[in-house]
């Protein structure tokens, strides 16, 4: 009963740090119809750049989440215009096109970064960082806590974002139907800007978070894709409320298959469940994606 | 700067060079074992696999218009079919790849039939799982080695192995031009690609044709990847199922043109052949990836229609001789 | 299909040919009366870490040897020249890698890459050419089962290597621990450290309570939250350095505090002890050297001691045994050559007495003895260094046993997390 708990809280904290992945994931692919390869690289981008500013300005890393949510704000405001050009126009696959120029730009991000930065193995720290929270027989990790608090809190400030606001309407208006959305007056090529830039500020962010609970270096984001991808598909894509729900289950299957059976089949678990899911039910576990 | 129609060549006229080329082609082919050193042999080797491969995914991919993200993993099973085949049955070499094309063909039909009704990044999101999924089952086998590897026996024979690709690849090419581009089947195929419902309406069996595909396009990545093992001796999950493998194949065939017959070739050997230069010139520098991205990104922006494109395209007349010069004449004059 | 215009083909043939040409052509070798060595390991990819570290030990060995005078051969002294070549990781690579350094460098000697599947995929070329090959870090017990008869190894495998802490604990402390939970990571190296450790602690009477493998890259939590159900007096790990720092970290936030952590291989990494500071404090782990033991040696450097000041003054960092290792490897190939008087370029028949000559060595250095097995299952293996048990203890690692081989007695047990 005790390691049952302790798994559920396990896979639960970690879901809540993958759901802000796959939010800005999930809306990329509903607005834009851009499934975004580099989406790791922008964790280890977000991680590198918290070091980084640790290891000259000092201080905790948690201080600089808004400056580097800003920061990467501007780098993918910055970059959307060429993610533009490439999915847009009239040509054969723009979803194709769309993959293999993010596939393109996480290829050289994680060369430069290995160029630049080498093959040293990271961390940062932060004052929560290996304390914890005893929670009757279970003990709750403060820092990976905090990273659920934070992932169910951008999660729904975002939800509000999305469902109360008149930017937010636009936004999925242009994820339903692209072309009406334009014709009632929706700067497509604003919003779209703006959903990447979200994207990138809010991936980013979670990788100081996932930096500090893990260690860093070039090639860490390679994992995030899998999860990106996975949380995306059980959600039904672009079904930003999904989200939760699958970056929930997609930390308890791991930690639970971890635990019970044995750590070697979780990757199995997960690709299995991913595969069947998309042929049985290809618009999502909840059959609400697009 | 266009040309005017008129200075398209007629068939007639440019048969004959076309002609000449293919035969100096299929010559320096041929006779490439006796004339470089072994190390270029086994890059020659390289190419001619990867042109294989990419080809291959050129039919599901760039024919069908079903981007297959998980075509590594026939591949792989090919791999891992001639290495068991051979370290544990005791089979020859030819047997196991004849079987491991036919597994791997088998395979493809298996999964494609639920598989291929989706479209789109649902069909890619799909077979990327699946072929993560194979990569996972070869680490926890045991018969596989799992994490261990596995070895085969070593027959280190370069020219061998350089003439068994030649020959398997040229099968792939062949095959491709017989059923893709002279035949009915090929054209089904296009019609699926630009308009799935009205070819259902007159009448084209979508299912069937598209499971054909498939089934068509992993046949050979299974033989190729029996060869790699054999060639090598020594596999992994990660080297012969990793997701690199699909990667560089829908790269290849991206850069050299989507749905073209020459495309994968031309991708292939400029993916190839560039990378192993960059590597021979810059081996201690990790820079290489940094120029492989920046590249796959300028051409998505650039030039959308690979090689094929910039070959064929508006410019490209300026490429021939007579039209060169004459480009020249009218600008300089002395 | 369209027919493509004859000319563009040649344009885009040409255009290839040139750089691929130009590329061959940069890299032409030269001629000089040197040895040239050639070096197959991982710059880039995934174990670029790793590849870097036999790097350090390989210059430095070229380094002190070439600033010596370089070796002594009837009466003269040739330099060595390294010219590496990167695997970026992949067997495949360190095939053309291989053939490479062999065919267009024509190298006479070639030293061996990082991890045990690229070296499995080079030692076949190597054995084609008959070229002698040394790995100063490949340790795979499949590598000398292969019984390659042109690749060796101055590590010991893994098998032999890791139950060094594990006899320490089981011997040396008390109370004896009584159970272990095991986990090791899903790549070749690590997965035979994890067996090791489950068969030392059968040997020594410790009962496994768990033994799982999990895939690289995977969040520990579920690892360590299951072995602290189990409450085991040691919790062992096989992995490389990323996962070894990521799983204490675990631990750390889950409470997890079991009586002795074992850690091999990443404890001894620079890496391990900046990322985790004091919570490196504690933790046991396994080498086959240190720059604390007492060999004495008369080639290149003296002593340990000596080689570890010349490392740090080179690269600013205290060398690790697979540093040690691929410097030994470089001399196990001096003194080969100065065996059998061989001054470069080497013939063929050179290459071949140079086998003889490496199976013949029995040489003590500033690394401990070298002397390749030529039969059974460590075929070519320098399987005779004797493992060392480590431990942190006040920010650095300091041998703790097995039996004698102790300098401080081993910590044990460890104290919670907020007392460290």
């Known amino acids: ?144 806590l905090a990273g659920f608090v934070f992932g169910v809190l951008t999660t729904v400030l975002f939800m509000i974002f ?34 990447y830039a979200t994207y990138a500020g809010l991936t980013g962010m979670t990788g100081v978070l996932i930096g500090a609970l893990f260690s860093i270096h070039a090639a860490m984001g390679a ?46 678990a997960l690709f299995l469940l991913m595969y069947v899911s998309l042929l049985v039910a290809p618009r999502g576990i909840l059959r609400r994606g697009l | 700067m266009t040309t005017p129609a008129a200075e398209v060549q007629s068939p007639a006229r440019s048969a004959a060079p076309r002609l000449t080329l293919g035969a100096l082609l299929a010559a320096a082919l041929l006779l490439l074992p006796f004339t470089v050193s072994s190390f270029w042999i086994r890059i020659a080797t390289e190419v001619l696999l990867w042109a294989g491969l990419a080809q291959s995914w050129n039919i599901i991919g760039g024919y069908t218009g079903y981007l297959s993200f998980g075509h590594g993993a026939f591949f792989g099973l090919g791999a891992y079919v001639t290495g068991i085949g051979m370290t544990v049955l005791g089979w020859p070499f030819a047997a196991g790849l004849v079987v491991s094309g036919v597994l791997a063909a088998a395979l493809a039909a298996a999964i494609g039939y639920p598989t291929l009704r989706l479209r789109g990044a649902y069909f890619a999101i799909a077979t990327w799982a699946f072929g993560e999924m194979l990569r996972q089952v070869a680490t926890v086998l045991e018969v596989t080695g799992g994490a261990f590897g596995m070895r085969l026996p070593a027959f280190l024979n370069l020219p061998f192995f350089y003439y068994v690709t030649l020959g398997t690849s040229a099968l792939v090419y062949l095959t491709t031009y017989l059923l893709l581009e002279r035949s009915p089947f090929g054209y089904k195929l296009l019609a699926i690609r630009e308009h799935e419902e009205a070819a259902e309406m007159v009448g084209v069996n979508t299912v069937a044709v598209k499971v054909n595909a498939f089934a068509l396009s992993a046949f050979f990545p299974g033989v190729l990847g029996g060869i790699y093992a054999y060639w090598l001796t020594y596999i992994h999950p990660d080297s012969v199922l990793g997701g690199i493998i699909t990667d560089l194949m829908v790269v290849m065939v991206f850069l050299g043109g989507m749905g073209t017959f020459w495309g994968p070739l031309l991708g292939a050997f400029l993916v190839q052949l560039v990378s192993r230069s960059l590597w021979l010139v810059w081996g201690e520098s990790t820079l290489y990836l940094v120029i492989i991205g920046a590249a796959i990104c300028v051409v998505v922006l650039f030039m959308p229609g690979g090689i094929v494109g910039l070959l064929e395209g508006r410019r490209a007349p300026l490429l021939a001789p007579r039209a060169a010069w004459r480009w020249w004449r009218e600008r300089v004059r002395w | ?135 100063g870090s490949a340790e795979s017990p499949l590598i000398w089962k292969g019984k390659f008869k042109y690749t060796f190894g101055t590590i010991p495998t893994v098998t032999i290597i890791a139950q060094a802490s594990i006899q320490t604990l089981a011997q040396d402390v008390s109370p004896k621990p009584q159970t272990i939970a095991i986990l090791g990571i899903d790549d070749a190296f690590s997965k035979f450290a994890a067996e090791a450790f489950r068969t030392a602690a059968q040997r020594f009477g410790i009962k496994v309570l768990r033994f799982d493998i999990v895939p690289e890259g995977s969040d520990y939590t579920p690892a360590v939250s299951a072995a602290k159900a189990l409450n085991p007096d040691i919790f062992a790990m096989g992995s490389h350095e990323k996962a070894a720092i990521e799983m204490i970290k675990a631990a750390k936030e889950l409470k997890f505090n079991p009586k002795a952590f074992v850690q091999h291989y990443g404890m001894t990494t620079p890496d391990f002890r900046k990322g985790l500071g004091k919570d490196a404090e504690y933790v046991f782990g396994t080498s086959v050297w240190t720059p604390n033991l007492n060999y004495q040696a008369k080639i290149l450097f003296k002593t340990p001691r000596e080689y570890a000041a010349a490392f740090k003054a080179r690269f600013g960092s205290d060398p690790d045994y697979t540093e040690a290792a691929s410097t030994a490897a470089g001399i196990a190939f001096q003194e080969a050559l100065r065996a059998i008087n061989a001054a470069p370029p080497l013939t063929q028949a050179q290459k071949d007495a140079l086998i003889g000559a490496l199976e013949r060595l029995d040489l003590m250095t500033f690394y401990g003895p070298i002397k390749f097995a030529t039969s059974g299952d460590y075929y070519h293996d320098n399987a005779g260094l004797q493992p060392i048990a480590l431990q942190y203890q006040g920010g650095v690692t300091v041998e703790v046993g097995p039996g004698k081989l102790r300098l401080k007695a081993p910590r044990y047990p460890t104290p919670p997390w907020d007392k460290r």
């Open chain 1, 223 to 268: 994992k995030y894709v899998i999860f990106a991808f996975f949380v995306v598909v059980l959600a039904g894509m672009g079904y930003v409320p999904g989200v939760i729900v699958a970056g929930l289950l997609l930390g308890l299957i791991q930690s639970f298959v971890g635990v019970y059976i044995s750590g070697r089949y979780t990757l199995f």
């Open chain 1, 1 to 144: 009963m005790e390691l049952f708990l302790q798994t559920l809280i396990d896979g639960a904290l970690i879901g809540g740090l993958i759901i802000v992945v796959g939010v800005g994931f999930s809306l990329c692919f509903g607005v834009m119809h851009i499934v975004d390869f580099a989406v790791g690289e922008w964790v280890m981008l977000g991680a590198y750049t918290a070091y980084w500013l640790v290891r000259y300005l000092g201080q905790d890393p948690m201080i600089y989440l808004p400056l580097i949510f800003a920061l990467f704000f501007a780098a993918g405001w910055l970059i959307y215009p060429l993610i533009y050009r490439a999915v847009s126009g009239r040509r054969h696959h723009p979803a194709l096109m769309g993959l293999v120029f993010t596939f393109g730009l996480s290829t050289l991000a994680k060369g430069g970064a290995l160029s630049a930065w080498g093959y040293h193995v990271r961390s940062v720290s932060t004052w929560l960082s290996g304390q914890s929270v005893s929670l009757g027989v279970t003990t709750l990790p403060a820092l990976r």
């Open chain 3, 1 to 135: 299909m369209k027919p493509l215009r004859w000319w563009a083909i040649c344009w885009f043939a040409g255009v290839l040919a040139l750089v691929t040409v130009g590329a061959a052509g940069l890299v032409a070798a030269q001629q000089a009366a040197e040895y040239k060595v050639g070096v197959v390991t991982s710059l880039s990819g995934e174990l670029a870490f790793g590849g870097n570290v036999t790097k350090r030990g390989y210059d430095l060995w070229a380094e002190t040897l070439n600033k010596a005078g370089g070796v002594l051969i009837g009466g003269k002294r040739y330099k060595v020249r390294l010219i590496y070549a990167d695997d970026q990781s992949t067997p495949a690579t360190a095939a053309v890698a291989g053939e490479r350094l062999i065919t267009q460098e024509k190298v006479d000697v070639i030293l061996g890459p990082y991890a045990s599947g690229t070296t499995l995929a080079l030692a076949p070329i190597t054995e084609k050419y008959r070229v002698p090959h040394i790995t």
């Open chain 1, 162 to 195: 999305l469902y109360g606001t008149r930017l937010g309407v636009s936004i999925r208006a242009t994820a339903q139907d692209r072309e009406t959305a334009a014709l009632l007056g929706v700067d497509v090529r604003r919003v779209g800007a703006l959903v």
